[in-house]
């Protein structure tokens, strides 16, 4: 029994050499052999000096009690004080791996492969492994052979022997020399087999990239072909039993445990593609069928087992074709969605601990880099590594990438993936999740040197590394190119021309001439403005590359750039406030509707950030409420020299409201990094129709006030009001829509009705008339088509003329249009009085007659035959279409005027509303609703894509090429989808027809 005093002596000193637990580990010292340890400051030193103490002296008492008796025990105690290396080694990787301490314990002897010690730059290849494999006859002597050369890697990787890039590859030829003992397993089992084929094993991914990990998935393509004129079916059918095999050898677990899976799903068609395929199989796969990321997965291929010449054709064969991979349309789109799928599959739970797959993880670095080789390498051969860190060098070496951002990654790569070596070494499990305990990182941390703090030191490096990826990982493929063309800093290799050139048409630019005139113009110089728009674009360059016109929201940008350059706020706006820089970026490369509106008037950028305007109005893209927008067009009407300029102050707020409304509906369907895309189309639908109502609504109010202001003082001697019709009415309109309008007076008490009658048509002439002139505003066109007698009746009415109207010549067609009747300007009481008019014309008592409704059934169909345009595609127009906006609104109109009168509900100018409003009095089945309000919303948004994207309104999508990608982005559709974006448009607007036909046609 030990002495108190000892005792206490000795738990200090544990204490003082990191052990966590320095009562355990008292007990365990009590034992015979390692008595002589508490004394012997050798052992305890080594001991303390591992990542884990506790756990490299329970491994050691465990190895010892393995022994085959005390005379061996005694002797690798006596050698492990006698001889460094070994010490450092062994209780090295007992103190890191409970897993090889497992295999210690299992197999005695196996400690003495780490009794050689090799110098600094000798490390064992794939001839060594061999020979350390070369016993292995079976399965399970393969596992044991495979773990003793495992230990010897780990003994040099936790020693520092070697650094964490050395370890990878020694990792990855084990795993070579493991595949080619397996196939031999495999064919000494089925001799026939190996007769009849040649079989190559091509390792990809990191085993291919000479960067492996102690636990992964080796992922491998098999290739076969007949051997001495066997027959083809034969030899394939040889060949993927023997390619099953050894894959079994490798992936089956025994009593030893297994080696790791070997994973062959990146070969053509993944699973669901035969195991095993001859060459020109294998290229004709990639010459007709491939997809951008498997000519990316295709950069690490390497001939490693079986028959090598077979695997050499293979890789010669498809290398031309991997390096033509850039020159796919989309090639940089298709990498970053792959990169952004991968990110969005990781639990939510998971992201913030996942050191590959996460924002700022290996994975980025890793993507990034493949991104440039790809690009680049077509020309340079020097770039072709599957290894990313030499093609990372590769890529400074030639001036691909600046060397400062390089040596960043570089760093954070070989910190990252040490890391994740110590993760998987403590269990060998296949894991790339940073731990939550405090033991567990407290001994990461202590494996890679931190000793001070490891818990809070290892948490700080892992988020600094983490944070240098994701600021560079992205930013590394566009900064290049603002080096070249900014010329600062003298004798620093930089991007040529032609690489410029190259990477811009990468990332979708049209006219890199062109582009790299704008970035130098923006970014070159010393001023302070060039040194602000560096650091922006290289951000905002990705933003338009993800668009589906990069060339425009460049150049858009650089217009901006010039009209706000001195601008003191602009430049501070998107480098400090997160969300401007991106919206404005996502607005400027949609189309070309807001650059027009924000080019007119480029302060209103300040609407783009996330609080106040900076350059006065209000901020942010939240839509203005009605009031406060007619109140603001008022007052600046008040201010004004007459009416013209009235007026166009009025026009000058709808533009700014248009521009907001615009890049609200932007940003709410693209989506940026501070506001996701918008979830429910439809709620998207009914802001932007509303918000385009309301500043309409707000124009026209301005516009009446200072036309009566500069004619008749403050007071018409008539009362006025306009009336909206359809869309407008509604609610509705889009960003080419007309007004349509009716408007009425009635003559005040006592003013003489003739002049009363003159003075209302004077003030619609007038409005018209300056709304029209010529402007660089948008147009606001009032259409009054919709008044009784239409073009040939007077443009305005008094209330009694449109009750004898109403009352003795009034169409049915005519109450149909009055159910989307809503005052919008003027005064309000006689507005009121209006509505009252006419409810009983557009809510008839009883509904309508079988007549009426025949003949609502006969002008549709009339409509539809008449005004379709000639050639045009009736599957496709949004307006007249099979299934489009005419077909669901005259629906809903046709019940509203059937059933208006008795359901409260129905009585509403919003065809959404009154939809609902059917569905829940059970006139509409909730399905049939779901069909038709789908149909309409996306209707409704690709007319509002039309006009955003090519500046001019439209029913239906457009043909150029560019325009028809930019609506189809509009719509949530990727690069390459705009088949499926018309396929979808079909198939959800033939549903909607199909209810039409029942509920409007009566089936």
Same mark, same amino acid.
């Given at each position: ?150 230990? @010897?890697?780990? %003994? ?187 990110? $969005? ?120 590394? %983490? ?154 893209? #939240? ?113 080419? @829509? ?62 009694? @003329? ?14 149909? %249009? ?36 025949? #003949? ?102 457009? @043909? ?37 036909? $029942? ?5």
């Amino acid at each position: 029994m030990t002495a108190p005093g000892r005792r206490s002596s000795t738990f200090s000193r544990l204490l003082r050499h990191g052990f966590t637990d320095p009562s355990a580990a008292e007990r365990l010292l009590e034992s015979g052999e390692l008595s002589a340890v508490r004394s012997d400051p050798v052992l305890l030193d080594a001991l303390g000096a591992t990542a884990d103490p506790n756990l490299a002296l329970l491994g050691l008492v465990r190895l010892l009690e393995a022994q085959p008796d005390r005379t061996a025990r005694r002797a690798l105690l006596d050698t492990l004080i006698a001889a460094k290396p070994l010490r450092d080694r062994l209780l090295g990787v007992l103190g890191a791996s409970a897993a090889l301490g497992d295999h210690l314990a299992r197999h005695a002897q196996d400690w003495q492969a780490l009794v050689t010690y090799e110098p600094r730059d000798l490390h064992p290849g794939v001839e060594e492994f061999e020979r350390g494999l070369a016993e292995a006859t079976d399965p399970v002597s393969l596992r044991v052979a495979y773990r003793r050369c495992l230990l @010897s890697i780990a %003994a040099r990787d936790v020693c520092g022997t070697t650094d964490v890039a050395q370890a990878a590859a020694e990792l990855a030829d084990l795993a070579t020399a493991t595949l080619r003992a397996a196939l031999a397993i495999a064919g000494a089992a089925a001799p026939e087999d190996a007769e009849l084929c040649r079989l190559a094993v091509i390792a990809m991914g990191k085993c291919g990239g000479h960067e492996l990990n102690y636990v992964s998935d080796v992922d491998v393509i098999f290739v076969g072909e007949t051997a001495d004129g066997a027959d083809e079916q034969k030899a394939i059918r040889a060949a993927t039993r023997l390619a099953s095999h050894m894959m079994r050898i490798c992936s089956e677990t025994t009593v030893e445990g297994s080696i790791w899976p070997v994973d062959a799903n990146l070969r053509p068609e993944g699973r669901n593609g035969p195991l095993v395929r001859t060459l020109s199989s294998h290229l004709a796969y990639y010459q007709r069928w491939a997809k951008t990321w498997e000519f990316q997965a295709l950069l690490k291929a390497r001939p490693v087992a079986g028959d090598l010449e077979l695997g050499e054709a293979y890789v010669t064969a498809l290398e031309p074709l991997v390096w033509k991979a850039a020159e796919r349309e989309n090639f940089v789109t298709d990498v970053q969605r792959m990169r952004r799928r991968v990110v $969005e599959n990781i639990p939510a739970a998971e992201v913030d601990r996942q050191l590959k797959l996460g924002p700022g993880g290996l994975r980025d670095v890793e993507f990034a880099v493949q991104m440039l080789q790809l690009v680049h390498g077509r020309g340079d051969t020097s770039l072709r590594s599957g290894t990313t860190l030499d093609a990372l060098g590769a890529l400074a070496a030639g001036g691909y990438v600046g060397r400062t951002d390089a040596a960043g990654l570089d760093a954070a790569y070989r910190f990252l993936r040490s890391m994740e070596h110590r993760i998987q070494l403590y269990r060998l499990r296949r894991t790339h999740l940073v731990p939550e305990g405090d033991d567990d990182l407290r001994r990461i941390g202590r494996s890679l040197g931190l000793r001070a703090d490891p818990v809070a030191e290892l948490n700080r490096e892992w988020r600094r590394h %983490a944070a240098v990826v994701r600021r560079l990982h992205e930013k590394l493929f566009y900064r290049p190119l603002l080096d070249a063309v900014a010329q600062l800093a003298p004798g620093e290799i930089r991007l040529s021309a032609d690489a410029a050139r190259e990477r811009l048409v990468a990332l979708g630019y049209a006219d890199p001439a062109a582009a790299l005139r704008h970035l130098e113009a923006l970014a070159s110089g010393v001023s302070r403005k060039a040194a602000i728009q560096r650091t922006l674009l290289p951000v905002l360059l990705g933003w338009f590359a993800d668009s589906a016109d990069p060339d425009a929201g460049l150049l858009n940008f650089r217009k901006v750039s010039d009209a706000l350059g001195r601008t003191p706020w602009y430049l501070r706006l998107l480098r400090d406030e997160g969300a401007a820089a991106e919206n404005l970026a996502r607005v400027l490369s949609a189309g070309r509707l807001a650059p027009d509106l924000l080019m007119r008037a480029p302060e209103a950028v300040s609407l783009l950030g996330d609080g106040d305007g900076v350059a006065g109005g209000a901020g942010g893209l #939240e839509a203005r409420e009605r009031a406060h927008l007619e109140q603001e067009i008022l007052a600046a009407v008040g201010r004004a020299d007459g009416a013209q300029q009235g007026v166009t102050a009025a026009r000058g707020v709808r533009r700014r409201e248009l521009f907001r409304t615009a890049a609200m509906d932007i940003v709410g369907s693209y989506g940026t990094e501070a506001f996701p895309a918008t979830a429910d189309q439809g709620a998207l639908v009914d802001l932007v129709g509303g918000a385009v109502s309301d500043i309409t609504a707000a124009t026209l109010a301005g516009t009446l006030r200072a036309v009566v202001r500069e004619g008749w003082g403050d007071t018409l001697p008539t009362r006025f009001a306009v009336i909206g019709m359809g869309r407008f009415g509604g609610h509705e309109l889009g960003y080419g @829509s007309d007004a349509d309008v009716l408007f009425v007076h009635e003559p005040r008490e006592g003013a003489d009705e003739q002049e009363a009658g003159r003075a209302a048509n004077a003030v619609v002439s007038e409005m018209r008339r300056l709304l029209q002139l010529p402007s660089a505003d948008p147009p606001l066109l009032i259409d009054a088509d919709l008044r009784p007698e239409g073009k040939t009746g007077p443009l305005v009415r008094t209330l009694n @003329s449109y009750e004898a109207y109403y009352r003795r010549w009034s169409l049915v067609w005519e109450s149909q %249009a009055l159910l989307r009747a809503e005052p919008v300007a003027g005064d309000e009481e006689l507005g009121r009085r209006f509505l009252e008019l006419v409810d009983p014309l557009r809510y008839p008592v009883g509904g309508l007659g079988d007549d009426a409704v025949r #003949e609502i059934r006969r002008i549709k169909a009339r409509m539809e035959s008449e005004r379709m345009p000639r050639g045009a595609d009736s599957t496709l127009h949004t307006k007249l279409g099979r299934g489009g906006l005419s077909d669901v609104e005259w629906t809903v109109q046709l019940l509203q005027l059937q059933h208006g009168h008795r359901e409260p509900g129905l009585r509403t100018t919003r065809t959404r509303q009154a939809l609902a409003a059917a569905r829940e009095a059970d006139l509409v089945s909730a399905e049939d609703a779901a069909v038709l309000d789908e149909a309409w919303v996306l209707a409704t948004r690709v007319r509002n894509a039309v006009m955003l994207v090519r500046g001019r309104a439209g029913d239906t999508f457009p @043909s150029h090429g560019r325009e028809l990608a930019a609506v189809g982005r509009y719509l949530g559709y990727g690069p390459g989808h705009v088949g499926d974006m018309l396929d979808d448009y079909r198939r959800i607007t033939r549903r909607a027809r199909a209810v039409v036909d $029942e509920l409007f046609y009566g089936g």
